[in-house]
């Protein structure tokens, strides 16, 4: 297993603690995910959120301290006309005005139809897009399941997160939509019920998606599919007019680069190991049980470059015990290269901030 001194925290919290920037962390609700606010093309802020109490802060770090850029809450009126009311609501990043930024928030709520897409001028957020709550979706697609999720994706590998993936675990239901001047259309649609993608059938309530670069071109292109506690994962890329899978393993299959995806609890994310600019390895965890391994493409394989578990000693201090833990990547230096870890423990004030040391 690797050194897990291989990571050190250069900002920790707990367990218990006091959260970050003012904002104490103390709700099992809490999530959190790197943000571009200030549209300089670096995701090194972090917007923290609490559905269902209209609770959402905006930080951004100075020489290691943090402090809100944004603060509402809790209880709060949430962000720009969007009352974060209800315990379903999730908030993701997003580049609507195809500026190649990340600086759009899209906030939906599952089973209502509603989303709402925030722009930031000046620190004020205003929707530039608003559906519900209730609404009739977005391109036609209708956000009538509670099981309904969202994530920015570059579908034309032209460096920009301009379109939007919606996806809907168990139906086999996944829709890319673009827009164009502010109105939003499929380019790719299929479902409910639907048969997937590029052979991926979407039939498990347990899957998950997020946007990849795979081939290190610098550009969020393909996408990875994965069923935690199967083993299963597929990354898809467009080919043309076409999806296919550049890889596919299951279901049930033996995971990646060593990885097994054999736990229900096991997560996956796009990160940027060796601070080159590109999200092109992946974090695989497994909250509770000290497990994080850290994958990179060598000669076409997949190896891990850092892995502890399972059971293991979580990386850099951050022990990973908690079956609440939860990691995204962060441009903590302001550098271009989200590539810091931040662990957090929603309900305890727990939060870290890892950085590579060799």
């Known amino acids: 297993m690797s050194a897990t001194n291989a990571y050190k925290a250069v900002y920790a919290q707990g367990d218990p603690g006091n959260g970050i920037g003012g904002y104490d962390l103390k709700s099992s609700a809490d999530r959190a995910f790197a943000f571009d606010y200030d ?24 020489n290691g301290t943090w402090s809100p850029v944004y603060a509402e809450g809790d209880p709060g009126k949430g962000i720009g006309g969007y009352d ?10 997003f580049d609507y005005d195809h500026s190649g930024k990340a600086d759009h928030l899209v906030c939906y709520r599952p089973g209502t139809g509603t989303i709402w897409i925030l722009k930031n001028l000046g620190g004020t957020f205003k929707p530039v897009y608003a559906q519900g709550d209730p609404g009739t979706g977005i ?60 052979g991926y059938d979407l039939k498990s309530t347990a899957d998950r ?30 080919q043309g007019s076409e999806f296919k899978a550049v890889y596919a393993e299951g279901d049930p299959g033996k995971g ?19 601070g080159g600019q590109k999200l092109d390895e992946l974090v695989l965890y497994r909250p509770g049980t000290g497990t994080i391994w850290i994958l990179q493409k060598q000669n ?10 399972d059971p293991g ?39 870290w901030i890892e950085e590579r040391q060799f």
């Not at 990646?256 to 060796?274: E, H, K, M, T, V």
């Not at 995204?328 to 004030?349: A, I, M, Q, S, W």
Request: charge should be negative.
């Open 313 to 351: 000693d979580g990386i850099g201090g951050y022990n990973l015990q908690s079956s609440a833990d939860r990691c995204f990547c962060l441009d903590y230096r302001h550098d271009g290269n989200p590539d810091h870890l931040v662990l957090y423990r929603p309900g305890t004030g727990t939060i």
């Open 39 to 62: 549209s300089s093309g670096k995701l090194d802020h972090i917007v923290l959120y609490r559905p269902g109490t209209g609770t959402i802060w905006i930080l951004k770090d100075e």
């Open 209 to 238: 998606c997020f946007a990849f670069d795979w081939d290190g071109n610098g550009k969020l292109d393909e996408i990875v599919l994965y069923r935690p506690g199967t083993g299963t994962m597929w990354i898809v890329q467009k």
């Open 84 to 93: 974060l009311k209800s315990s379903d609501d999730r908030v993701c990043a």
């Open 139 to 198: 391109g036609g697609y209708d956000l009538k399941s509670k099981a309904d999720r969202c994530f920015a994706y570059d579908y034309n590998s032209c460096g920009k997160l301009d379109h939007l993936v919606l996806y809907r675990p168990g139906t086999g239901t996944i829709w890319i939509l673009q827009n164009q001047g502010g109105k939003f259309s499929p380019v790719y649609a299929e479902g409910d019920p639907g048969a997937g993608i590029a």
């Open 300 to 309: 076409g394989k997949y190896e891990p470059v850092y892995h502890q578990g």
């Open 256 to 274: 990646i680069g060593g990885y097994n995806l054999a736990s229900p609890a096991d997560r996956c994310f796009a990160f940027d190991y060796d």
